[in-house]
């Protein structure tokens, strides 16, 4: 489909156009404004009738001599074949129009041209910006407009997604800290996003129905970093089995992060060894 051109206000002055018939300068005029983005046409007498002269009675004879007529008076129309097919060319088309992104070539190009890839697929228009500019318009320079419009939408789009989650974050914390978990711990808890109110309160009935916990807040916190899915109920409490306190400081830890010996952490260990032995 043709794209939006530029007319250059010295069109009207050109000698070349000032000695064509008004019907013929029409047809030259029309070509800017249905040239593909190599400025290429398809320079069949019928196409021509079609596409410039529709609602006009005039006969393909008609519109075949206009064209000839333009090829012989204008030096920027230069007539090639391809197949046996007539097109034309406009010489000055890189002067006057100033594509940042073309379109495929729609008709063949003329001899010497080569169509080199500017970024668009091929079944893409020059007017659209690219499909793939979701990340801050990847397909589009920094510098233009429709650049940094995108720039600025996403930009939003991220303090939205940030202003919605910070309530949430800022509950799961809350709840934390009401069970005795510091606010550092608090604060990386509530960045994951498993971690949730509902689960919290969960784990915590899990570790006070336990009883005989000498670091229930230490308990609470290995649950969630685990992403245990904890329940009160007695015989949800059994999966949790698997945590183990150290007698030395209390924090709960798998078993096999504890010393065969005396069951200790690694920070609260006094066994004397080349290297403490833990469990499997």
Not at 176 to 187: K, T
Not at 273 to 280: H, I, K, M, P, Y
Request: a negative charge; proline letters at 6%; glycine letters at 8%.
């Amino acid at each position: 489909m043709p794209r939006r051109r530029m007319i250059d206000p010295g069109f009207w002055d050109d000698p070349d156009i000032g000695r064509l018939q008004p019907l013929d300068r029409l047809l030259a005029l029309a070509a800017i404004s249905l040239a593909d983005d190599w400025g290429n046409l398809l320079a069949d007498e019928a196409y021509l009738k079609k596409t410039v002269f529709g609602y006009d009675a005039i006969s393909f004879d008609d519109v075949a001599a206009m064209r000839d007529r333009v090829f012989a008076t204008c030096r920027n129309w230069k007539r090639y074949e391809v197949d046996g097919q007539v097109y034309l060319h406009l010489e000055n088309w890189e002067k006057h129009q100033h594509l940042r992104y073309r379109a495929a070539p729609t008709w063949p190009l003329a001899p010497g041209q080569v169509a080199e890839k500017t970024g668009w697929q091929d079944d893409k228009v020059a007017d659209e910006p690219p499909q793939d500019c979701g990340n801050i318009a990847a397909g589009l320079p920094q510098d233009c407009g429709i650049g940094k419009v995108k720039q600025e939408q996403a930009k939003q789009e991220q303090g939205r997604q940030e202003q919605a989650s910070k309530p949430a974050a800022a509950g799961v914390a809350f709840a934390l800290q009401a069970c005795g978990v510091s606010r550092a711990v608090a604060a990386e808890l509530a960045a994951d996003p498993w971690v949730d109110t509902a689960r919290i309160q969960a784990a915590w009935s899990a570790v006070k129905a336990r009883g005989g916990v000498k670091n229930p807040v230490g308990l609470l916190v290995t649950m969630l970093r685990g992403h245990d899915q904890a329940r009160a109920s007695p015989e949800e409490l059994s999966k949790f089995s698997r945590y183990a306190a150290c007698p030395g400081c209390h924090n709960w830890l798998p078993p096999d992060e504890l010393c065969r010996d005396c069951g200790m952490c690694q920070g609260c260990c006094k066994c004397k060894g080349e290297e403490v032995e833990r469990g499997d």
